[in-house]
């Protein structure tokens, strides 16, 4: 199947984003989740099919995916703030079930390349120089998050080596944009709009100092396409990082939002949180050269995309 892109928990916010802009592209898209709900897929295609399929049955994964080129593992079950309640309960919900279907990728003969989205924000750990962490910048994760990230990436790097498919382990910052779930938000940016739209108040912990680089969505779909149609095989495995290489404080961001909404964020002072790094940027100079990419959509222009989207969507009342 030729340009074909199938979504292994694809009706979260990327994968949303991500359907709908391949599907834009005249790509055959394949979303699969446990729970399917393809709402947001507003790109309307006959080239669209989805299941229901709970990623711990390898067996029923398999059928469906034979005919696609790309592959996107998207999966994770936990979040940072979460991982932390059982180490155990994190192997089996988010690296038992992808090492499942990498052994059994055998049996997916047009499989071209994997890609898996680790994450640049937690497998690095913290940076008290603040410089900018490179893809071979040691890994000193302080969350079970993150070091579940790193066993997944040993893994894919494992496996692939024996494989036919090329295999592209994504390191990505904050990424925010349309189709964010405001009801359970995930990262400051969907926190800071829910505020807004609830006027309930935010917990700002460590004086809102963190420091973060955000990408809008759009660049992230932006890149995996540009993997896809310029990649000229290095390795069998590539990890990169994804971001914009611009940090901004979480106070900043706030001042970001109150400028585009007009509105003001209401925050707790809350004391600094054991699993957050006080400096996160991720350095993407490797992913310049290598693709010659470069992030399009600044920060303020994208988070104006964000409320545009929301009032389009009548969200705001």
């Not at 994968?15 to 309307?44: H, Q, W």
């Not at 007009?262 to 490797?286: E, F, H, M, Q």
């Not at 693709?291 to 995309?305: D, Q, R, T, V």
Request: some cysteine; aromatic content about 12%; hydrophobic content about 40%.
């Amino acid at each position: 199947m030729d340009k074909s892109i199938a979504l292994i928990g694809g009706t979260g916010f990327i994968g949303t984003n991500l359907a709908n802009y391949f599907l834009e592209k005249d790509y055959f898209v394949l979303l699969i989740s446990r729970n399917l709900d393809t709402k947001n897929i507003i790109v309307k295609s006959d080239k669209l099919r989805a299941f229901a399929i709970d990623v711990n049955f390898t067996s029923k994964l398999i059928e469906p995916l034979k005919d696609y080129e790309n592959i996107i593992w998207l999966v994770n079950d936990l979040l940072p703030s979460r991982s932390l309640d059982s180490l155990v309960d994190d192997f089996s919900f988010n690296i038992k079930p992808l090492i499942d279907f990498l052994e059994a990728s055998n049996k997916f003969k047009k499989l071209k390349r994997f890609f898996y989205f680790s994450s640049g924000g937690t497998i690095y750990g913290d940076s008290p120089e603040h410089q900018s962490f490179k893809e071979n910048s040691p890994k000193k994760p302080i969350s079970a998050y993150g070091l579940s990230k790193i066993i997944s990436e040993n893994y894919i790097e494992f496996i692939t080596r024996r494989s036919e498919f090329e295999s592209f382990i994504l390191r990505p910052s904050n990424i925010y944009g349309n189709f964010q779930n405001f009801k359970k938000p995930q990262g400051i940016v969907g926190y800071a709009f829910n505020a807004i739209l609830n006027n309930i108040p935010i917990d700002l912990y460590g004086e809102g100092k963190v420091t973060r680089d955000f990408l809008h969505v759009s660049d992230l779909s932006e890149v995996i396409l540009t993997f896809i149609n310029n990649y000229h095989e290095k390795s069998r495995v590539e990890v990169y990082n994804i971001g914009s290489q611009k940090g901004y404080t979480i106070n900043e961001i706030l001042d970001l939002i109150c400028k585009v909404t007009g509105r003001i964020v209401p925050t707790i002072s809350k004391p600094a949180r054991l699993y957050d790094c006080d400096y996160n940027v991720l350095d993407i100079s490797k992913l310049r050269v290598n693709l010659e990419w470069e992030p399009k959509i600044e920060i303020a222009e994208g988070l104006n995309h964000v409320w545009n989207w929301i009032k389009t969507e009548q969200k705001f009342k």
